[in-house]
């Protein structure tokens, strides 16, 4: 892996230049980048990989659920359905995409969740709604410059923090390190729980926030039971099982199992990963499957899994919770 990031390093200054330009472009309004008169945050990374957005787009959800009529609209990464699709009775993750299904799947009751690849179309048949949202959460779109969001936060993890990195095809990122000054919010995720206020020092001085900016640290909290379609069990007393995992990183998770003193095989895919026939059918002979959430929602379609499969979920702990709301309702009320 490390060779070829060797062998594509020439193509780095030609990547980095072209999407520098096309950031330009947006900034001097050669190229069209609509804004709204309601509120819009947009939830995104510079870097390629899992950054947490799921679990801060949910983070947001709970904050706003009970207060306003909330929207999400994502792309619906490798779904098998075509253009706006909306959350409904019977709906699965094959036409939502899994992370978007998850957000239906726990907040139906309270919000719309609804995938478009064309983010200025998807919010225009989200206004077109007989109970249009009072505000929208744009998820994975700090690239999508077609659409001006009224607030950006941007992911970076502890572990591969943007300001240590370089562009694709070498490095990870997406779009030079430039394109964080367009954030309002800067959250380093994934911390250790005992961050020092000398290390977060350290990093906010190294990530340089303009002075409209705030940074803040999250850390990632796992559940102590597992989940499946009918029960709850403590960790404490799941059985020896198979961890299988389809996410981007899952080292954060099988650290913690470990921790934990769990006994485990560990079942590793690449993220959004389609299981195969093959392989769901040596799942079926696992006697006790342990996965995430996300991967849980492509999984559980499957009824001959029923009876040995459950999730472990996850949420965003933020250090400076009220500072961060206050940031979030004040933009809300703002409008």
Same mark, same amino acid.
């Given at each position: ?28 309004? +050669? ?33 706003? $659920?009970? /207060? ?19 959350? $409904? ?15 239906? !799947?726990?907040?139906? %009751?309270?919000?719309? #969740? &609804? #995938?478009?690849?064309?983010r200025r179309e998807g919010i225009e048949k989200?206004?077109?709604? %007989? ?14 410059? @077609? ?35 367009? @954030?309002?919010?800067? +959250? ?13 020092? $350290? ?20 559940a102590e039971v597992v989940v499946s379609k009918?029960? =709850? +069990? ?20 099988? %650290?913690?199992?470990? =921790? ?18 093959? =392989? ?6 696992? &006697? ?5 959430? $996300? ?11 029923? /009876?040995?499969?459950?999730?472990? !979920?996850? /949420? ?11 940031? +979030?309702?004040?933009?809300?009320? @703002?409008?």
């Amino acid at each position: 892996m490390k060779l070829l990031r060797y062998i594509f390093f020439p193509i780095v200054p030609i990547y980095y230049g072209i999407t520098w330009l096309r950031n330009k472009l947006f900034d001097l309004g +050669i190229l069209e980048s609509t804004s709204y008169n309601f509120p819009v945050i947009c939830v995104g990374n510079l870097s390629v990989g899992g950054t947490g957005k799921t679990p801060m787009i949910e983070y947001l959800i709970r904050l706003l $659920k009970d /207060e306003k009529k909330v929207a999400t609209l994502s792309r619906g990464y490798k779904r098998k359905s075509e253009g706006f699709q909306i959350g $409904k009775k019977g709906v699965t993750a094959a036409v939502l995409g899994d992370e978007p299904f998850q957000f239906y !799947s726990k907040y139906s %009751n309270k919000i719309t #969740v &609804a #995938v478009d690849a064309n983010r200025r179309e998807g919010i225009e048949k989200l206004l077109e709604l %007989n109970s249009k949202p009072d505000v929208i959460l744009l998820d994975d779109a700090y690239q999508h410059r @077609a659409v001006k969001a009224g607030f950006n936060i941007l992911l970076t993890t502890y572990a591969d923090i943007y300001t240590s990195d370089i562009v694709l095809p070498t490095g990870n990122l997406r779009e030079p390190k430039s394109g964080a000054k367009r @954030a309002d919010i800067i +959250i380093v995720t994934k911390c250790p729980e005992a961050l020092s206020e000398i290390e977060k020092t $350290k990093i906010i001085k190294s990530i340089s926030p303009k002075s409209n900016q705030k940074v803040f640290f999250s850390a990632i909290k796992y559940a102590e039971v597992v989940v499946s379609k009918s029960e =709850e +069990i403590p960790l404490v007393n799941v059985p020896k099982f198979t961890l299988i995992t389809g996410i981007a990183n899952p080292k954060p998770l099988v %650290n913690f199992l470990t =921790e934990k003193g769990l006994e485990f095989e560990h079942l590793n895919f690449k993220d959004h990963h389609d299981f195969t026939p093959e =392989e769901l059918d040596a799942f079926k002979q696992k &006697a006790f499957i342990i996965t995430t959430e $996300k991967d849980f929602m492509r999984l559980n379609q499957f009824p001959f899994l029923d /009876e040995n499969l459950f999730y472990l !979920s996850i /949420e965003a702990v933020l250090d400076s919770p009220k500072d961060f709301n206050d940031s +979030i309702t004040d933009f809300i009320d @703002a409008y």
